[in-house]
């Protein structure tokens, strides 16, 4: 299914920490369904993988620290890095899903529905929860699996990790891309670098 706003172009919205904590608050519940959903929204958020990516994990996929991706964008594979708070959420429903009877060969992610359990989520049910979710939550901004990569990748700024780093985090081609591509979405850390070295030149 068509997303209805494909082909348009938003700002990037970034989420702050306070708002990620109220969006996985929003999932409430220790059943499947809630259980699941906070692991999925903690993985977009905590990898900063694409929606497709996240949604064709299968557990094979989830190594110690991270998640390999088999089919990125291009085809291509690699292994990403995954925050710790996400991986908790993650074990989690790994451990629930277990007792429901899946096993390695269903997507991580799959249907817990009765008569769809074990089938593969659509990327369309996620861009209907996070906007659920976000509203539930009380946050103003555009929330959506790409606002959460955004986010993924304002955090590894912020924490100063090396540019050539985010670039094999986010799956980019280049670093160069990374760099056009965070400027839109981490400006505040680009701007604060410029005014403390222009505040170094006063006097």
């Known amino acids: 299914m068509t997303p209805a706003n494909a082909g348009r172009k938003y700002p990037a919205e970034v989420l702050t ?8 608050g929003a999932i409430t519940g ?18 900063g993988l694409r929606i497709s990516e996240a949604l064709d994990l299968h557990p094979r996929d989830v190594v110690t620290g991270g998640l390999r991706v088999r089919h990125g964008k291009g085809d291509k ?45 659509d990327p369309s049910y996620v861009r209907r929860l996070l906007p659920k979710l976000a509203l539930k939550a009380g946050i103003d901004k555009r929330v959506h699996a790409h606002g959460l990569r955004h986010t993924h990748a304002s955090d590894l700024v912020a924490q100063r990790v090396a540019l050539h780093l985010i670039t094999g985090q986010l799956l980019h081609t280049a670093t ?22 222009w505040g170094s030149e006063e006097g």
């Open 17 to 24: 920490a306070e708002e990620v904590d109220d969006l996985l």
């Open 30 to 47: 220790r059943g499947p369904l809630a259980v699941r959903n906070r692991a999925l929204v903690a993985v977009l958020w905590g990898s």
């Open 77 to 121: 594979a690699r292994i990403v890095g995954l925050h710790p708070r996400a991986s908790v959420l993650l074990s989690a429903w790994l451990e629930k899903r277990a007792t429901l009877g899946l096993n390695g060969r269903q997507p991580v992610f799959c249907s817990v529905a009765s008569g769809s359990k074990g089938r593969a989520i």
């Open 176 to 197: 160069a891309t990374t760099d056009t591509y965070l400027a839109k979405v981490a400006p505040a850390e680009r701007l604060a670098a410029l005014h403390a070295a």
